[in-house]
């Protein structure tokens, strides 16, 4: 573990940052050269993950490349980064969608400059959301990617943008406040028990907590994240925030966002305080169960493209969180896995519909129908996309959801049969969308459509590519996440509270202990 | 009852020169306004623009003299005043506030012809009485200072008298702050009554070594002192008169009240209630509890209700009042030093968004409705960007000053077993984010209404406010620096 700062992590960070800060010389009506500055950004981030991922030793389920350096020494707060399994392909799927959803944003006319100006931050906010090993840093950009999404949202979305903005903010504020106080309480708690203030969450993974203590701040800490993946009832704010959002911002919400609710969970909820997962894992499942039949359901009922695709997300991400709550280790694997392949398949929707949305500006499934005669090789794209996002073997949504069954199977039987039901109606959905769209007779409008250009090929090819390769070669991937999620589970598996008794003996010896010092 | 007897032909008990010395920084400011009072008689009208100059010199002086001259921990006059960090602390931030009012207001002055010597005078005037406020260690020259303070800011209120909403304004001021006076000078009696002195530190040997319970006089006198300093807070219930104040005062003086006003107020909230009556905390608690959710909740709710942004922030600035209450039913120090700390934060970013909104003000006539902000974030971004910074530290967003102080806050209330109240005021801090954001849409998300309106752009207004924009982020990146300031503040009042 070297802790030399600033590393490659923090190059990993400021790279777009850097971009941003160039961006701001380039006069703003020269769009070629804005797009250009921030591909050539957001290019270089990708290439630096590549080469992380080169370095990153697979056998290791602890923290690498970890940098530490200490930030605002008066609350104890470090600026404290770190990758393993459980986040390295989080970050390479974040740096991947980076310059597709840029690349897809060529539409964009008004206001370039601001738009990729947001873009750059946000991609800087989400990756140090996922490398922050200090609460209150990671707490710091978790917030911060609001406010550019609300941005985005609020100025370049559709006709009802300034309502979804608000709404996605107000939710997702409401629940990440409460989830502020909880990390104070903890950090307070440890620091009354170890005598030093400290974020460092590898330190707080060690405290022991009382049951009590643990289901308040498991509360705390879930309703953010369950907001955020999001969990039924909290997902109201999703569909409206997608359909309005432009489709960069689509994109990234649901390939990236949404799995900091999930990477949440994994990181610091579970973790944390596993007492109180186990003993919320039932009613978390059932939430999780209801929200993968009731969104594939409500997915079915959609007659907008967008709405359907945004409402499939609650239905798989209810999938990932059943396979998080298994607490075994397919279960988890398979959470991960199916992240990263929701990640994908579900930011190519939304790049699909967009490009449809720009040639016949509809998104409506009714004003479609025999698109396979006039753009057949979108057509076929578009099927490879549905296919894995319904999970079809030798794609990769299969080897996600067939080990969150298998876990889910070994623990909760019961949540398994009822989840495994969602799938088949995902199947049910996505088809019949499919069939409404690209079969059938043809209307007069739809004769003169485009096929796909270079620029989209571009931005769907290399999407395609790891869709086929992670069906059928997945064990590259897993065999890199496997040993943090065997961390993570071994951990739940130590008996970690106290009782009230040893807590209050240990506290009486400190005392006793301190006394004597003086 | 034993009376001090001070024996003023006695030359013991005349200050000597070391201790005038000491109090130089404060006889600074008072001569810096006699001489703009004076000066103002003889400068003809083109030439008053160096009025401006000459205040901001005597209030900077000021500064630098008390970063020399106060070493540590001393009792001047009596003991009647206290120089230590804690007054440091809050000299500097009210001299901060007081420059930057004055920068921002030049050309405010111009367009609405406020008696440009007048006004200096006066904001050097209140500035005065404030600094004593924060040292003042004898309830006497607390009041004493608190009224120096008001009276100018009373007659600020009314200064831009074409305007009949300016005349109410600073009748309801007059009225309600004489009110609130009453309260507080009969708190003082009642203390004195019980306790025998109106020095804090006499005052707080008593509280230590006497039973307190069923000692109706003095908690009576502490509740009455409570009200009249809440009164000067605008906490709720004793709020009525800041949003029609804050409305019809000038610009300039809006941004000044809710900023230095408050600051005083909580310095006197900090050394005397926090600190020297902290043994009566059992029998306030409960108030101050009430006090300061009703502050915050109320507070919220009427902002988000209103259609005018100076008006917002009138409100805004009661909700924000809630939150420093916080630091203060906290108790510890890391609540004390959190209260100073946000009041820091709460400076730069109030004065920020009062200077767009001077920024925005035409030719004579205020323009502050949410409709003035309409498309301006693609016409002038410099303003679009600041206020958006404003806004986003206000709402309690990182990476901004606002979340530093208000995380600091919550930490100080948990820490002393106030959960609930954090929680609270979390749930306060999301209704806020709703019209703090209404500014933004305004902003960026909608197109201006007829032709782009006449911006008035002066040097001075624009560098205050890049001047705040930018201590907002520092105090978001990098606080170490500030925060330990605040601590060895707080830490300087033992």
Excluded at chain 1, 272 to 278: G, H, S, T, V
Excluded at chain 1, 330 to 356: C, E, K, P, R
Aim: hydrophobic content about 55%; aromatic content about 12%; glycine content about 8%.
């Amino acid at each position: 573990m070297t802790e030399s700062f600033p590393g490659i992590l923090t190059l990993l960070l400021g790279i777009p940052l850097l971009g941003a800060v160039v961006m701001g010389f380039i006069p703003r009506n020269s769009k070629g050269s804005l797009f250009g500055c921030a591909l050539f950004f957001t290019v270089l981030d990708l290439l630096w993950s590549l080469n992380i991922l080169s370095r990153f030793n697979s056998t290791l389920g602890e923290m690498q490349f970890v940098e530490r350096v200490a930030w605002i020494p008066s609350y104890g707060v470090e600026y404290f980064i770190g990758i393993d399994g459980l986040s390295l392909f989080l970050i390479l799927l974040t740096t991947l969608l980076g310059p597709i959803a840029i690349l897809a944003s060529w539409s964009i006319e008004e206001k370039v400059k601001e738009f990729l100006l947001f873009m750059l931050i946000l991609q800087t906010s989400m990756l140090g959301t996922l490398l922050a090993l200090d609460l209150f840093l990671f707490y710091v950009f978790w917030e911060a990617m609001l406010i550019p999404m609300y941005f985005i949202i609020g100025v370049w979305g559709g006709p009802r943008r300034i309502y979804a903005a608000l709404k996605f903010v107000i939710y997702t504020m409401s629940g990440s406040l409460i989830m502020l106080i909880g990390i104070i309480a903890l950090v307070t708690t440890a620091s009354q028990l170890n005598q030093t203030t400290s974020f460092d969450l590898l330190r707080l993974y060690d405290l022991r907590l009382s049951f009590e203590q643990q289901m308040w701040l498991f509360l705390a800490f879930s309703l953010s994240f369950a907001i955020k993946v999001p969990l039924f009832p909290f997902h109201t704010w999703l569909p409206d925030a997608h359909v309005e959002a432009p489709t960069a911002g689509s994109v990234i919400l649901a390939g990236v966002m949404l799995k900091m609710g999930t990477y949440g969970f994994l990181r610091f909820a579970i973790p944390l305080f596993p007492d109180a997962a186990r003993a919320a894992a039932p009613f978390i499942s059932t939430l999780a169960v209801i929200g993968v039949v009731y969104g594939a359901l409500v997915a079915m009922m959609q007659s907008d493209l967008k709405k359907l695709v945004a409402y499939s997300s609650v239905s798989h991400l209810g999938l990932v969180m059943l396979g998080l709550f298994a607490l075994n280790l397919q279960g988890v694997q398979g959470a991960v896995y199916q992240m990263i392949n929701h990640g994908l398949s579900t930011a190519a929707l939304f790049l699909a519909v967009g490009m449809i949305y720009e040639r016949r500006h509809s998104r409506m499934i009714a004003d479609f129908g025999g698109l396979w005669k006039v753009i057949p090789l979108f057509s076929v794209i578009f099927l490879v996309i549905t296919l894995s996002s319904i999970g079809l073997p030798g794609l990769n949504g299969f080897v996600g959801e067939f080990l969150i069954l298998l876990g889910a199977f070994k623990n909760m039987t019961p949540w398994a049969v009822v989840a495994a039901s969602g799938i088949v109606l995902a199947a049910i959905y996505m088809l019949w969308m499919y069939r409404r769209v690209f079969f059938g007779p043809i209307s007069p409008e739809n004769q003169t459509l485009k096929d796909v250009g270079t620029r989209e090929i571009v931005v769907l090819v290399p999407i395609l590519v790891l869709i086929v390769f992670m069906g059928i070669y997945p064990k590259p991937i897993l065999n890199r996440i496997s040993p943090s999620v065997e961390k993570i589970i071994a951990r739940m598996e130590r008996p970690t509270t106290l009782s009230r008794q040893t807590l209050e003996e240990r506290r009486t010896a400190e005392k006793e202990g301190a006394r004597h010092a003086n | 009852m034993q009376i001090n007897q001070v024996n003023l032909v006695n030359p013991d008990t005349l200050p000597s020169l070391a201790e005038l010395w000491l109090a130089g920084p404060v006889i600074e400011i008072l001569i810096a306004a006699l001489t703009v009072l004076l000066l103002d008689l003889f400068l003809k009208d083109e030439d008053k623009g160096a009025l401006t100059w000459i205040s901001v010199l005597g209030l900077a002086t000021a500064g630098a003299m008390s970063l020399v001259l106060w070493p540590s921990g001393e009792g001047i006059l009596f003991n009647s005043l206290r120089i230590d960090g804690f007054s440091l602390f809050f000299t500097n931030l009210l001299l901060a506030a007081a420059i930057l009012t004055l920068l921002s207001s030049v050309h405010y002055l111009k367009e609405t012809n406020i008696q440009k010597g007048e006004f200096h005078a006066l904001i050097l005037f209140s500035t005065f009485g404030m600094i004593l406020m924060a040292m003042a260690n004898d309830l006497i020259l607390f009041f004493l200072a608190l009224e120096t303070m008001s009276i100018g800011v009373y007659v600020l209120t009314g200064m831009w008298h074409q305007r009949s909403a300016a005349g109410e304004a600073a009748m309801k001021y007059f009225l309600n702050g004489a009110f609130a006076s009453g309260f507080l000078l009969y708190g003082i009696a009642l203390i004195y009554g019980a306790t025998g002195s109106t020095n804090l530190e006499r005052i707080g040997d008593y509280l230590s070594q006497n039973p307190l319970q069923g000692n109706f006089l003095l908690i009576t006198g502490a509740v009455l002192l409570l009200i009249g300093l809440a009164f000067k807070v605008a906490a709720v219930p004793f709020h009525f008169w800041a949003p029609d104040v804050y409305e019809g005062a000038p610009t300039p003086v809006t941004g000044f009240m809710a900023v230095a006003v408050k600051a005083a107020a909580f310095a006197g909230w900090i050394r005397i209630v926090m600190h020297q009556l902290s043994p009566l905390e059992d029998q306030l608690s409960f108030i101050l509890w009430a006090i300061a959710i009703l502050t915050m909740t109320v507070g919220n709710l009427l902002a988000l209700t209103q259609s005018s942004v100076k008006r917002m922030l009138a409100y805004s600035s009661i909700a924000h009042a809630g939150y420093l209450l916080i630091g203060v039913i906290a108790g510890n120090d890391m609540g004390g030093s959190a209260v100073l700390f946000y009041m820091l934060v709460y400076t730069l970013m109030t004065l920020g968004a009062f200077g767009v909104l001077m920024a925005l003000q035409q030719a004579g006539k205020d323009n502050d409705s949410y409709q003035a902000f309409a498309g301006i974030g693609f016409k002038h971004r410099f303003l679009a960007l600041a206020m958006s910074i404003f806004m986003l530290s206000l709402a309690g967003f990182p990476p901004f000053g606002g979340f530093t102080g208000k995380f600091y806050l919550f930490r100080s209330a948990v820490e002393s077993g106030h959960t609930v109240l954090s929680v609270i005021a979390v749930l306060n801090s999301v209704l806020s984010v709703a019209y703090y954001l209404r500014v933004i849409v305004m902003m960026y998300m909608q197109e201006g209404r007829g032709e782009a309106k006449p911006f008035r752009r002066s040097p001075y207004l624009y560098t205050a406010i890049a001047i705040t924009a930018l201590g907002i982020l520092w105090l978001g990146v990098a606080p170490d620096f500030p925060l330990e300031l605040s601590r060895i503040s707080i830490a300087s009042l033992r």
